[in-house]
DNA sequence: TAGTGTTATGGAACCGCTTCCATAGGATAT
DNA sequence: ATATCCTATGGAAGCGGTTCCATAACACTA
């Protein structure tokens, strides 16, 4: 039913070795012949199967990327960039959505075999060590965004600087009430909201503005919680005149409390964000715009090198930040 | 290097066969033999090469989607929902993103081959007649999300329905002065935003409302662009008092279109939009819901089933839409 | 003319699995 | 005891490609 390469090889009277050069681009076939193949192929509408393809060369020609599951514009914009950068390469994307740690572990078994995949995008995953040896013993290329192993190539922005340049933001406008808001730092991991923190506080510290624990707001991550964090402490007896969120998800979750509780920002409250997601730009949101789809667009360059050259070495390549100023941050009034 | 089916079949002292049997699953294998081959496989650390599985098995356990790059919330929400009905299954989740139409022929010409996938789903993406074709004569099991065709199964809602729904409401709330904003109309295999617009004229003959040919407003899909389109309409000489946003992506537009005109919503001015996507919600937006992610659950298991049974009926499956009323309508103050 | 290369080609062997067929051995029936 | 059936198992063949090796055909050189 299914034509193979040996009946194009009969029907064109020559060996099947020759279809394959002729398929291959081998240079080792005279002009005559190949045309009478190619059109032997058109004839019968022959097309390769690509699994006795891999099975034979031993390469699947397959990218697995693995993120959470796309609850948020972040993992959909770098996604996006993966597949930008993918596009033109003989690479197909095969997607893994996480959603539980689980869900995680189980998947990062099964890709940690290099029959199954060429190569592997941990998009906002971090690995923990056990998972990191899988990796490293499977000898399967990978390559994380948004996270960070000394052992495996990752592509991250400098989490701290951010911090520090969003805070700075701040304080040059005149703010010295300024709160920080964002997900759980505790998460063994994942450190990037933790070093966004950590910025925040030695910019506080350089400018010798003491730092206020109650100014600290963690919680589950999504803009409705921010909404109700942001309500409690800009409710309270010393309500901040600025906030720095951690994600823009969040920073927007605190326009809407700002906004329920009739407060104007800016010039009441000061919010800036951190993403540059593409709902910021609407919002008028001032954030620290990481490349989000560049990162997805450098990881592949990077993994698809790494295929090819096979060298091993595990580097990390910093991402730019800038300060992207808009409307919700002002010099405090009064 | 790899260990394979033989080294397991040598190491346990038994054939390949009953290797691949415990593989497998199969009864016909003694109890203890099956544990002697698992604590081999367990000891060598094996793991079957899916490739030569695929070769040997005519089958890919692979799926692909199709669809537009995720530019727009509503892709990402039906893909989640393809992603959430794929994960429980075996089939893992090819992903195709398209950016043109000679990329759409491409990647579909490319998957027209049974050896390819074994199934496919198409999301907001209307195949030609030519690619129609092409697909049944290669026989590969195919779904459509959002977009039709007689000869392939398809999973929409019931867009002339939805269009009535929208433009019943504000006629129900006293409107008269109802404008319609939409993407092209005149594409040529995707009807939604068409049906939407036949059903908001056939609500206003319905309730015998004369159509007025300044009150469709067409262009480029966009939150910006809408937003220019509302914005000219609205300081027309004849502005209406409510607009049918036939997306939410654009009826957002909209709503900053009148921000900036310094309109009041909805005292001055109802918007509607169509989709319900996440960020309706936090907009307040009235909306046509119409379930994203459940078209994409829907889709998937459709589609598993059709592989499953080879049955190649071509049917139409029709999700429920919902007004959704929220803070962006009322009865017009005047 | 024989020797040496070079180029184009055919086809067997192989990639690692599944499955079918043959068979051994044990249980049951007669 | 023999015939019959059933179960568990080994292993060859096959899935559809690629590649290596052998060889034929044809220069070119001395």
């Keep these: 039913m299914t034509v193979t390469i040996r009946d194009v090889a ?11 050069r002729v398929l291959n681009d081998s240079p080792a076939v005279s002009n005559h012949t190949r045309q009478k193949v190619k059109r032997t192929i058109a004839n019968l509408d022959y097309a390769p199967n690509p699994n006795a393809r891999r099975l034979s ?71 923990n060590e056990q998972q990191v040896d899988r990796f490293l013993e499977s000898g399967v290329p990978a390559v994380l965004v948004d996270a960070s192993h000394e052992k495996i190539c990752h592509v991250v922005v400098d989490d701290i600087a951010g911090g520090k340049l969003a805070t700075q933001h701040l304080i040059k406008l005149g703010h010295c009430k300024i709160a920080f808001l964002s997900d759980y730092l505790d998460t063994p991991f994942q450190h990037s909201a933790e070093d966004r923190y ?21 919680g589950e991550r999504g803009r409705r919680n921010a909404l109700l964090l942001a309500k409690t402490l800009l409710t309270s007896d010393t309500p901040p005149t600025a906030i720095f969120a951690a994600s823009d998800t969040q920073a927007i979750g605190v326009l809407d409390a700002a906004k329920g509780l009739n407060i104007q920002v800016p010039d009441e409250l000061s919010v800036i964000g951190y993403d540059d997601i593409r709902d ?55």
């Design 10 to 20: 009969r029907e064109a009277q020559v060996g099947v070795g020759t279809v394959s």
């Design 57 to 127: 060369l031993g390469k699947t020609w397959q990218v697995a990327v693995v993120l959470p599951n796309l609850t948020f514009p972040s993992y959909v914009e770098r996604l996006r960039g993966v597949q930008h950068a993918l596009v033109d390469s003989e690479y197909d994307l095969v997607l893994y959505g996480i959603s539980n740690p689980a869900q995680q572990d189980k998947y990062f078994a099964k890709l940690s075999t290099k029959s199954q995949v060429d190569g592997l995008l941990i998009i906002s995953l971090p690995p």
């Design 198 to 218: 950590i910025g925040y506080r030695q910019s506080l510290e350089d400018a010798d503005i003491p730092y206020q624990e109650n100014y600290k707001l963690t």
């Design 280 to 334: 910021s730009e609407y919002m008028n949101l001032t954030t620290i715009s990481q490349p989000l789809f560049d990162s997805g667009v450098t990881a592949t360059n990077l993994l698809l090198k790494t295929i090819a050259s096979k060298q091993k070495e595990a580097f990390r390549h910093l991402l730019p930040i800038k300060l992207i100023e808009r409307k919700t941050t002002a010099s405090p009034k009064h």
